[in-house]
Protein backbone atom coordinates (compact mmCIF):
# COMPACT_ATOMS: atom_id res chain seq x y z
CA UNK A 1 0.00 0.00 0.00
CA UNK A 2 1.38 3.37 -0.92
CA UNK A 3 0.68 7.07 0.38
CA UNK A 4 -1.86 9.13 -1.31
CA UNK A 5 -0.77 12.64 -2.58
CA UNK A 6 -2.84 15.64 -3.80
CA UNK A 7 -1.98 16.88 -7.61
CA UNK A 8 1.40 18.14 -7.66
CA UNK A 9 0.69 21.20 -9.43
CA UNK A 10 -1.64 22.46 -6.63
CA UNK A 11 -1.33 25.89 -5.62
CA UNK A 12 -0.32 24.62 -2.08
CA UNK A 13 2.91 23.06 -3.31
CA UNK A 14 5.57 25.66 -2.14
CA UNK A 15 8.18 26.72 -4.46
CA UNK A 16 11.93 25.92 -4.20
CA UNK A 17 15.39 26.53 -5.81
CA UNK A 18 16.71 23.00 -7.37
CA UNK A 19 17.61 21.16 -4.89
CA UNK A 20 21.43 19.92 -4.23
CA UNK A 21 21.08 17.06 -2.49
CA UNK A 22 23.55 15.13 0.25
CA UNK A 23 22.63 12.01 0.45
CA UNK A 24 24.00 10.10 3.34
CA UNK A 25 23.68 6.00 3.97
CA UNK A 26 25.95 2.99 4.36
CA UNK A 27 23.92 -0.23 3.44
CA UNK A 28 21.66 -1.30 1.12
CA UNK A 29 18.52 0.09 2.48
CA UNK A 30 19.58 2.93 1.21
CA UNK A 31 20.10 1.92 -2.17
CA UNK A 32 16.46 2.07 -3.49
CA UNK A 33 16.77 5.67 -2.68
CA UNK A 34 19.64 6.50 -3.77
CA UNK A 35 18.64 4.88 -7.29
CA UNK A 36 15.08 6.43 -6.59
CA UNK A 37 16.98 10.16 -6.54
CA UNK A 38 19.12 9.98 -9.51
CA UNK A 39 16.42 8.28 -11.53
CA UNK A 40 14.07 11.45 -10.25
CA UNK A 41 17.29 13.89 -11.41
CA UNK A 42 17.45 12.61 -14.80
CA UNK A 43 13.76 12.53 -14.97
CA UNK A 44 13.51 16.81 -13.50
CA UNK A 45 16.84 17.68 -13.35
CA UNK A 46 15.44 21.56 -12.43
CA UNK A 47 13.62 19.68 -9.75
CA UNK A 48 16.98 17.54 -8.40
CA UNK A 49 20.17 19.68 -9.86
CA UNK A 50 22.95 17.02 -8.13
CA UNK A 51 23.96 14.40 -5.56
CA UNK A 52 26.81 13.96 -3.65
CA UNK A 53 26.71 10.82 -1.55
CA UNK A 54 28.64 10.10 2.02
CA UNK A 55 28.76 7.00 2.94
CA UNK A 56 30.96 4.72 5.69
CA UNK A 57 34.33 3.11 4.86
CA UNK A 58 35.10 -0.48 4.35
CA UNK A 59 34.82 -2.23 7.14
CA UNK A 60 37.48 -5.06 7.43
CA UNK A 61 35.99 -8.77 6.94
CA UNK A 62 36.83 -12.43 6.81
CA UNK A 63 39.32 -14.52 8.32
CA UNK A 64 42.17 -12.31 9.80
CA UNK A 65 40.01 -9.04 9.34
CA UNK A 66 42.26 -9.04 5.78
CA UNK A 67 39.53 -8.50 3.68
CA UNK A 68 38.04 -4.90 2.81
CA UNK A 69 34.71 -5.62 0.79
CA UNK A 70 32.40 -2.30 -0.91
CA UNK A 71 29.12 -1.81 0.02
CA UNK A 72 26.30 -2.03 -3.11
CA UNK A 73 25.97 1.78 -2.32
CA UNK A 74 29.83 2.56 -2.85
CA UNK A 75 29.42 0.22 -6.04
CA UNK A 76 26.26 2.09 -7.44
CA UNK A 77 27.68 5.49 -6.25
CA UNK A 78 30.80 4.52 -8.46
CA UNK A 79 28.90 3.56 -11.33
CA UNK A 80 26.77 6.39 -11.77
CA UNK A 81 29.71 8.58 -11.43
CA UNK A 82 28.36 10.81 -8.32
CA UNK A 83 30.28 12.99 -5.98
CA UNK A 84 31.58 10.22 -2.96
CA UNK A 85 32.76 10.58 -0.04
CA UNK A 86 33.73 8.08 2.56
CA UNK A 87 34.05 9.13 6.16
CA UNK A 88 33.69 7.82 9.82
CA UNK A 89 33.31 11.34 11.36
CA UNK A 90 31.95 14.67 10.50
CA UNK A 91 34.39 15.98 12.53
CA UNK A 92 36.49 18.26 10.20
CA UNK A 93 34.74 17.56 6.90
CA UNK A 94 32.31 20.35 5.52
CA UNK A 95 30.18 18.74 2.48
CA UNK A 96 30.42 21.37 -0.53
CA UNK A 97 28.55 24.80 -0.22
CA UNK A 98 26.27 24.30 -2.77
CA UNK A 99 24.34 21.49 -0.60
CA UNK A 100 20.90 22.57 0.10
CA UNK A 101 19.21 19.54 1.82
CA UNK A 102 21.00 16.68 3.34
CA UNK A 103 19.10 13.35 3.32
CA UNK A 104 19.50 10.56 5.52
CA UNK A 105 18.75 6.56 5.54
CA UNK A 106 19.96 4.35 7.37
CA UNK A 107 23.53 5.90 8.18
CA UNK A 108 24.49 5.66 11.72
CA UNK A 109 25.78 9.04 11.90
CA UNK A 110 24.16 12.29 13.55
CA UNK A 111 24.32 15.12 10.95
CA UNK A 112 26.03 17.68 12.87
CA UNK A 113 23.92 21.31 13.10
CA UNK A 114 26.48 23.17 11.86
CA UNK A 115 25.48 21.17 8.46
CA UNK A 116 22.07 21.30 9.38
CA UNK A 117 22.21 25.09 9.47
CA UNK A 118 24.36 25.57 6.33
CA UNK A 119 21.50 23.33 4.32
CA UNK A 120 18.98 25.94 3.33
CA UNK A 121 16.29 23.39 3.67
CA UNK A 122 17.69 21.33 6.53
CA UNK A 123 17.54 17.38 6.40
CA UNK A 124 15.55 14.48 6.39
CA UNK A 125 15.06 11.32 7.18
CA UNK A 126 13.64 7.90 6.43
CA UNK A 127 12.95 5.52 9.41
CA UNK A 128 11.49 2.04 9.21
CA UNK A 129 9.36 1.92 11.77
CA UNK A 130 6.46 4.17 12.70
CA UNK A 131 7.61 7.07 14.46
CA UNK A 132 6.65 7.72 17.48
CA UNK A 133 3.22 5.91 17.18
CA UNK A 134 0.82 6.19 14.24
CA UNK A 135 -0.62 8.58 11.75
CA UNK A 136 -4.01 9.65 11.74
CA UNK A 137 -5.65 8.56 8.73
CA UNK A 138 -7.91 11.80 8.65
CA UNK A 139 -5.63 14.86 8.72
CA UNK A 140 -7.08 18.41 9.99
CA UNK A 141 -5.37 20.00 7.58
CA UNK A 142 -4.70 19.88 3.21
CA UNK A 143 -2.06 17.88 3.43
CA UNK A 144 1.02 17.91 1.03
CA UNK A 145 1.66 14.09 2.05
CA UNK A 146 -0.36 12.09 3.84
CA UNK A 147 -1.15 8.52 4.55
CA UNK A 148 -3.46 6.51 2.52
CA UNK A 149 -6.71 4.65 3.76
CA UNK A 150 -5.65 0.96 4.61
CA UNK A 151 -7.98 -1.88 4.33
CA UNK A 152 -6.18 -4.02 6.86
CA UNK A 153 -6.01 -3.89 10.53
CA UNK A 154 -2.78 -3.12 12.54
CA UNK A 155 -0.94 -3.42 15.87
CA UNK A 156 2.81 -2.76 15.87
CA UNK A 157 4.90 -0.60 18.26
CA UNK A 158 7.07 2.27 17.50
CA UNK A 159 11.11 1.66 17.04
CA UNK A 160 13.21 4.69 17.79
CA UNK A 161 17.09 3.41 17.20
CA UNK A 162 19.66 2.43 15.09
CA UNK A 163 17.72 -1.33 14.85
CA UNK A 164 14.02 -1.24 14.48
CA UNK A 165 14.12 -3.72 11.67
CA UNK A 166 15.41 -6.50 13.90
CA UNK A 167 13.31 -5.47 16.95
CA UNK A 168 10.69 -5.23 15.21
CA UNK A 169 10.90 -8.97 14.33
CA UNK A 170 11.73 -9.68 17.83
CA UNK A 171 8.81 -8.31 19.01
CA UNK A 172 5.87 -11.19 19.98
CA UNK A 173 2.71 -11.47 18.19
CA UNK A 174 0.88 -9.78 17.51
CA UNK A 175 3.05 -6.57 17.59
CA UNK A 176 5.47 -8.67 14.86
CA UNK A 177 2.86 -8.44 12.04
CA UNK A 178 2.77 -5.01 11.03
CA UNK A 179 5.61 -2.43 10.24
CA UNK A 180 5.79 1.06 8.79
CA UNK A 181 8.08 4.02 7.45
CA UNK A 182 8.76 7.23 9.03
CA UNK A 183 9.75 10.48 7.20
CA UNK A 184 10.62 13.17 9.64
CA UNK A 185 13.21 15.99 9.51
CA UNK A 186 16.68 15.67 10.41
CA UNK A 187 17.06 16.69 14.73
CA UNK A 188 20.10 18.25 15.20
CA UNK A 189 21.16 16.86 18.41
CA UNK A 190 19.31 13.98 18.19
CA UNK A 191 18.47 10.06 16.97
CA UNK A 192 14.55 10.38 15.58
CA UNK A 193 13.13 12.97 17.50
CA UNK A 194 12.86 15.58 14.13
CA UNK A 195 9.25 16.42 13.28
CA UNK A 196 7.37 13.99 11.54
CA UNK A 197 6.38 15.07 7.89
CA UNK A 198 4.53 11.53 6.34
CA UNK A 199 4.14 7.60 7.31
CA UNK A 200 3.33 4.47 5.98
CA UNK A 201 1.79 1.59 7.94
CA UNK A 202 2.84 -1.39 6.33
CA UNK A 203 2.13 -5.33 6.94
CA UNK A 204 5.01 -7.71 7.47
CA UNK A 205 4.34 -10.37 4.98
CA UNK A 206 4.87 -14.47 6.64
CA UNK A 207 5.96 -12.62 10.00
CA UNK A 208 6.73 -16.08 11.65
CA UNK A 209 9.38 -16.60 8.85
CA UNK A 210 10.49 -12.97 8.10
CA UNK A 211 14.05 -12.52 8.56
CA UNK A 212 16.03 -9.10 8.83
CA UNK A 213 16.81 -9.00 4.88
CA UNK A 214 13.64 -10.08 3.70
CA UNK A 215 12.07 -7.00 5.98
CA UNK A 216 14.93 -4.89 4.81
CA UNK A 217 14.38 -5.87 0.90
CA UNK A 218 11.07 -5.21 1.66
CA UNK A 219 11.01 -2.32 2.95
CA UNK A 220 13.49 -0.42 0.77
CA UNK A 221 11.27 0.32 -2.26
CA UNK A 222 8.72 1.70 -0.24
CA UNK A 223 11.26 4.05 1.46
CA UNK A 224 12.67 5.21 -1.98
CA UNK A 225 8.78 5.74 -2.85
CA UNK A 226 8.02 7.69 0.44
CA UNK A 227 11.18 10.09 0.02
CA UNK A 228 10.83 10.82 -3.87
CA UNK A 229 7.05 11.67 -3.66
CA UNK A 230 8.20 13.59 -0.12
CA UNK A 231 10.47 15.86 -2.20
CA UNK A 232 7.86 16.42 -4.98
CA UNK A 233 5.28 17.72 -2.40
CA UNK A 234 7.83 20.06 -0.95
CA UNK A 235 7.42 19.04 2.51
CA UNK A 236 10.94 20.04 3.64
CA UNK A 237 10.32 23.53 3.32
CA UNK A 238 9.33 25.29 6.89
CA UNK A 239 7.18 25.94 8.23
CA UNK A 240 6.69 22.08 8.06
CA UNK A 241 3.38 20.62 8.04
CA UNK A 242 3.55 17.74 10.62
CA UNK A 243 0.67 15.37 10.16
CA UNK A 244 -1.74 14.21 13.22
CA UNK A 245 -0.25 11.65 15.39
CA UNK A 246 -2.72 9.04 17.10
CA UNK A 247 -2.18 6.89 20.04
CA UNK A 248 -3.81 3.23 19.84
CA UNK A 249 -4.46 1.79 22.79
CA UNK A 250 -1.99 -1.61 22.51
CA UNK A 251 0.74 0.24 21.29
CA UNK A 252 3.97 1.30 23.11
CA UNK A 253 7.40 3.26 22.38
CA UNK A 254 10.17 0.35 22.70
CA UNK A 255 13.84 1.49 21.96
CA UNK A 256 15.80 -0.42 19.12
CA UNK A 257 19.26 -0.30 20.42
CA UNK A 258 21.81 -1.71 18.21
CA UNK A 259 22.23 -5.56 18.46
CA UNK A 260 24.82 -7.00 20.69
CA UNK A 261 26.74 -10.09 21.06
CA UNK A 262 24.39 -10.78 24.51
CA UNK A 263 20.67 -10.54 22.56
CA UNK A 264 22.14 -13.77 21.09
CA UNK A 265 23.20 -15.54 24.73
CA UNK A 266 20.70 -17.75 25.64
CA UNK A 267 19.20 -17.53 28.68
CA UNK A 268 17.86 -21.47 29.04
CA UNK A 269 15.88 -20.89 32.27
CA UNK A 270 13.69 -17.80 31.15
CA UNK A 271 13.27 -17.94 27.00
CA UNK A 272 11.03 -19.76 25.96
CA UNK A 273 11.02 -22.37 22.71
CA UNK A 274 9.27 -19.85 20.51
CA UNK A 275 11.52 -17.14 21.70
CA UNK A 276 14.95 -18.80 21.14
CA UNK A 277 13.75 -20.07 17.62
CA UNK A 278 12.83 -16.74 17.08
CA UNK A 279 15.87 -15.31 17.78
CA UNK A 280 17.72 -17.47 15.85
CA UNK A 281 15.32 -16.54 12.82
CA UNK A 282 16.29 -12.95 13.38
CA UNK A 283 19.75 -13.05 15.47
CA UNK A 284 21.49 -15.60 13.59
CA UNK A 285 23.85 -17.94 15.54
CA UNK A 286 23.17 -18.38 19.08
CA UNK A 287 25.69 -19.06 21.88
CA UNK A 288 26.29 -20.03 25.32
CA UNK A 289 29.38 -20.04 27.94
CA UNK A 290 30.19 -24.17 28.91
CA UNK A 291 32.14 -25.28 31.65
CA UNK A 292 34.79 -27.28 30.21
CA UNK A 293 37.24 -29.23 31.72
CA UNK A 294 40.94 -28.86 31.09
CA UNK A 295 44.25 -29.87 32.93
CA UNK A 296 41.80 -30.93 35.77
CA UNK A 297 40.08 -27.45 35.95
CA UNK A 298 37.04 -25.91 34.95
CA UNK A 299 37.37 -23.37 32.35
CA UNK A 300 34.68 -21.12 30.79
CA UNK A 301 34.08 -21.47 26.66
CA UNK A 302 32.10 -20.23 24.37
CA UNK A 303 30.29 -22.68 22.45
CA UNK A 304 27.92 -21.48 18.78
CA UNK A 305 25.23 -23.19 18.27
CA UNK A 306 25.07 -22.71 13.96
CA UNK A 307 22.12 -24.39 13.00
CA UNK A 308 19.48 -27.21 12.98
CA UNK A 309 17.76 -25.05 15.91
CA UNK A 310 14.15 -26.81 16.02
CA UNK A 311 11.93 -27.78 18.75
CA UNK A 312 12.26 -31.69 20.09
CA UNK A 313 9.49 -33.81 20.44
CA UNK A 314 10.33 -36.45 22.87
CA UNK A 315 9.47 -39.84 20.78
CA UNK A 316 9.58 -38.36 17.55
CA UNK A 317 13.37 -38.69 17.03
CA UNK A 318 13.93 -42.65 16.42
CA UNK A 319 17.84 -41.98 17.02
CA UNK A 320 17.46 -40.55 20.53
CA UNK A 321 20.19 -42.28 22.78
CA UNK A 322 19.39 -43.54 26.58
CA UNK A 323 20.36 -39.75 27.32
CA UNK A 324 16.88 -39.06 26.22
CA UNK A 325 15.26 -42.03 28.45
CA UNK A 326 17.21 -40.88 31.52
CA UNK A 327 16.40 -37.09 30.82
CA UNK A 328 13.37 -38.24 31.54
CA UNK A 329 14.14 -40.59 34.60
CA UNK A 330 16.35 -38.08 36.25
CA UNK A 331 14.22 -35.36 35.56
CA UNK A 332 14.86 -32.73 32.89
CA UNK A 333 17.22 -29.69 34.14
CA UNK A 334 17.42 -26.68 32.18
CA UNK A 335 20.03 -25.61 29.98
CA UNK A 336 21.85 -29.18 30.79
CA UNK A 337 22.15 -30.80 26.92
CA UNK A 338 21.10 -34.52 26.33
CA UNK A 339 22.45 -36.30 23.31
CA UNK A 340 20.96 -37.92 19.89
CA UNK A 341 22.52 -41.04 17.78
CA UNK A 342 22.89 -38.74 15.22
CA UNK A 343 24.86 -36.06 16.72
CA UNK A 344 22.37 -33.55 17.68
CA UNK A 345 21.90 -32.32 21.20
CA UNK A 346 18.75 -31.53 22.77
CA UNK A 347 18.46 -28.82 25.62
CA UNK A 348 15.77 -28.46 28.04
CA UNK A 349 14.49 -24.64 28.20
CA UNK A 350 11.64 -23.14 29.71
CA UNK A 351 8.82 -24.41 28.63
CA UNK A 352 10.06 -27.24 25.89
CA UNK A 353 12.97 -28.62 24.63
CA UNK A 354 15.22 -27.20 22.00
CA UNK A 355 17.33 -29.49 18.98
CA UNK A 356 20.76 -28.59 17.79
CA UNK A 357 22.30 -30.23 15.13
CA UNK A 358 25.49 -27.92 14.57
CA UNK A 359 27.95 -26.01 16.99
CA UNK A 360 31.50 -24.10 16.95
CA UNK A 361 33.82 -23.89 20.00
CA UNK A 362 34.93 -20.43 19.61
CA UNK A 363 38.22 -20.08 17.81
CA UNK A 364 37.61 -24.09 16.41
CA UNK A 365 35.46 -24.63 13.16
CA UNK A 366 31.61 -26.03 13.18
CA UNK A 367 30.62 -29.56 13.25
CA UNK A 368 28.50 -32.13 14.74
CA UNK A 369 27.23 -30.94 17.85
CA UNK A 370 27.95 -34.01 20.06
CA UNK A 371 31.54 -34.18 18.71
CA UNK A 372 32.04 -30.30 19.25
CA UNK A 373 31.26 -30.40 22.88
CA UNK A 374 33.00 -33.46 23.59
CA UNK A 375 36.10 -31.96 21.95
CA UNK A 376 36.14 -28.96 23.92
CA UNK A 377 35.64 -31.15 27.20
CA UNK A 378 32.44 -30.01 28.17
CA UNK A 379 30.96 -33.48 28.48
CA UNK A 380 32.30 -36.94 28.60
CA UNK A 381 31.36 -40.11 27.98
CA UNK A 382 30.87 -42.49 31.63
CA UNK A 383 31.37 -45.88 31.74
CA UNK A 384 28.20 -47.34 30.27
CA UNK A 385 29.15 -44.67 27.17
CA UNK A 386 26.29 -42.08 28.32
CA UNK A 387 27.33 -38.01 27.75
CA UNK A 388 27.63 -36.35 31.35
CA UNK A 389 27.98 -32.61 30.94
CA UNK A 390 29.99 -30.85 33.70
CA UNK A 391 27.77 -28.00 34.38
CA UNK A 392 24.60 -26.78 33.02
CA UNK A 393 25.32 -23.93 30.07
CA UNK A 394 25.91 -20.73 31.35
Request: hydrophobic share 35%; net charge positive.
Given at each position: ????F???????????????????????????????????????P?????ID?????????????????????I?????????????????G?????????I?????????????????????????????????????????????S??????S????????????????????????G????????????????????????L?????????????????A????V????????????????????????????????????H????T????????????????????????????????????D??G??????????????????E?G???????????G????????G??????????G?????????????????????G???????L?
Amino acid sequence: MKPTFPHLSSPAIKSCNPLRILFCSSDHFGLDSLLALCREHRRNPHEIASIDVVCRPPKCSGRGLKEFKKSALITAAEKLDLPLYQIDTFTGWSPPESINLIIAVSFGLLVPPRLLRAATYGGLNVHPSLLPKYPSLLPSRPPSICTSLLTFSFSTDSFPGPAPIHHTLLSPHPHNKTTGLTLQTLHPTKFDTGTILAQLPLPILSPETCTPAILSQYLAPHAADLLVKGLSARVFIPPYDPINLIVPKDSQIRLAPKITTEDTHVDWTTWTCEEILRRYRVLGRLWNFAQCHDKGKLVQRRVFWEDGLGIYESGDNNDAMLEEERAVEEGRKVGVPYALRVGGLVIPCKDGTIEVMRARAEGRSPGVAVNVVLRMGAARRDSEGRMRFWEELG
